[in-house]
């Protein structure tokens, strides 16, 4: 696995997990196309890169997308650092028949018909929801655009907390975690059905520990807040970019390893309450940490067009950041043994 950084930067810690190694050529191919669209250092490997960087996009489409992190939309992934992580914690802590039952439907993943978004293991399930979005069909229509609004839920951080408005038809991501356990407990449901639901429980359970998919300010989840990781400022780079890249990659990756099984009190504690008591936690996170460190001070206060986490800012980020994945992970693994354990 590789990353790479600037030889003279603050923390960057733009990389990966993957338990794929990729081959040295291609990591230095990356590394020269990187150094080609971020100008302004020397750039080494320095940690392995996720495979799918180096295989689905390619070199030189990786590093545009560094450099253009800002396409970021409010239902943009949550990369797959904290999606595959959150992914790896929740089969590290489900029951073994949960573990076998999960192996079986993405064993049949085929009947999705998305080749080039596969589902076949537990890492590339986590990203599946985002890896369809722009799947067409024969029609020219989007295939997945129903999708769209359960990757979020849009709840104001400066009002009481409620998911009246943001859930309105039940078209948020809570109430599809909500309906994607339901289907997956129906005995009756179809097997293309149930390998759906799988995908995308997988999937929205990361994004509702993402902050920013559950707290704003009328601004897209930070999308529309131009932002700084340090002295990492690609254009267009905004707040959600950081939580949903540079800051959820560092959080994976610094530290003990988070793929673990837990101990039992640790796994009831964490994963107590309902999707209800989640999405309320992750929103104050959103207004506690991701708006109030952005604007370093009150987080309801007037929300200025350039924020700029400096490295204390960053530092005191990466463990909240860090708690998240570590409930969603152990709060997926609660989800995944009520509907299929």
């Known amino acids: 696995m590789v990353s790479v950084c600037p030889t003279h930067s603050v923390p960057c810690h733009i990389g990966g997990m993957s338990h794929h190694p ?13 150094r080609e669209v971020i100008p302004g250092g020397t750039w080494r490997v320095v940690r392995p890169l996720p495979r799918i960087w180096m295989t689905r996009i390619g070199a030189r489409l990786a590093a545009a997308t560094l450099a253009a992190l800002s396409l970021a939309t409010p239902a943009s992934a949550y990369w797959e650092y904290g999606h595959q992580t959150i992914a790896q914690i929740a089969m590290a802590n489900v029951t073994p028949r949960t573990k076998t039952a999960v192996r079986r439907l993405l064993a049949r993943s085929a009947v999705l018909d998305t080749p080039t978004c596969p589902a076949t293991t537990i890492e590339d399930a986590s990203v599946w929801a985002d890896c369809v979005k ?3 069909g024969a029609d020219g229509k989007s295939r997945f655009g129903y999708a769209y609004g359960w990757h979020f839920q849009d709840v104001e951080i400066c009002r009481p907390f409620t998911l009246a408005d943001a859930c309105k038809d039940g078209n948020c991501v809570s109430a599809q975690i909500t309906r994607d356990v339901a289907t997956l407990r129906d005995r009756r449901a179809a097997t293309k059905d ?37 002295i990492y400022e690609p254009k267009r780079f905004n707040l959600h970019s950081i939580w949903d890249g540079p800051l959820a990659e560092r959080a994976a990756t610094s ?5 673990r099984r837990f101990p039992v009190s640790m796994r009831a504690k964490v994963a107590a309450g309902t999707v209800t008591d989640w999405s309320r936690e992750s929103w104050q ?20 067009a350039h924020v700029t986490l400096s490295d204390a800012d960053i530092a005191a980020l990466v463990p909240v950041a860090r708690l998240e994945i570590e409930r969603g992970g152990l709060r997926l693994a609660k989800e995944l043994d009520r509907a299929l354990g």
């Open 22 to 34: 990729v081959p040295a050529a291609r990591r230095q191919r990356f590394a020269s196309a990187l």
């Open 134 to 136: 722009p799947l067409k």
């Open 194 to 230: 149930k390998v759906q639901a799988l995908v995308f429980l997988i999937h929205f359970v990361g994004d509702l520990h993402q902050p920013l998919h559950a707290g704003e300010k009328a601004d897209q989840g930070g999308n529309k807040v131009a932002a700084a990781y340090g």
């Open 255 to 259: 530290g003990p390893s988070l793929v």
């Open 285 to 304: 996170v959103a207004h506690d940490s991701a708006y109030a460190s952005a604007l370093h001070g009150d987080p309801c206060g007037p929300t200025p």
